[in-house]
């Protein structure tokens, strides 16, 4: 891991700007929760509650807390570079975080499609990148 590998931010106070930058693009509830190896977010927003899964390292060496550190901040990237490709209209909000939507049985998107995608990847029932040339089939 090399983004943030040296940062001297402490987690804590990532978490913090994790909550203020959610809140600020309108994120009206928020969580987390942390257990020896990985921690949990969750918000709601656009009317839909979203989870991100953070895993982290069991230990508490020195090098261990600065992987944890690190992480932290990359999850605090990847959800303003989310918020921020909704806010500028690249892409909807669902197609942003869709991966990360809770279904009602508590299980993200991603976990209901990834056993599916997977299989279909290993059957070779693919679509092709590109449609074949028009008149061809």
């Known amino acids: 891991m090399t983004f ?3 940062t001297k931010v402490p987690a804590e106070q990532t978490k913090t700007e994790i909550e203020r ?3 600020r693009y309108g994120a009206a509830r928020f969580a987390y929760f942390t257990e ?3 921690a949990i977010i969750v918000f709601e927003a656009h009317e839909r509650r979203l989870r ?8 508490e060496t020195d090098r261990e807390m600065q992987v944890v550190r690190a ?5 605090l990237l990847c959800i303003k570079a ?3 490709a909704v806010e500028s209209k690249i892409e909807t909000f669902e197609e942003a975080f869709l ?8 299980r993200t998107v991603a976990e209901h ?3 599916r995608i997977a299989s279909a990847y290993e059957s070779g029932e693919v679509q092709a990148l590109l449609p074949p040339p028009k008149g061809k089939s």
Request: net charge positive; charged share 30%; glycine share 6%.
């Open 4 to 6: 943030a590998s040296k």
């Open 21 to 23: 930058t959610l809140k």
């Open 36 to 38: 020896p190896d990985r």
């Open 52 to 59: 991100f899964d953070l895993p982290l390292p069991a230990g």
């Open 71 to 75: 992480k932290w901040r990359a999850l």
């Open 82 to 84: 989310k918020l921020e």
């Open 99 to 106: 991966a990360h939507v809770v279904m009602p049985d508590g």
């Open 113 to 115: 499609a990834q056993p």
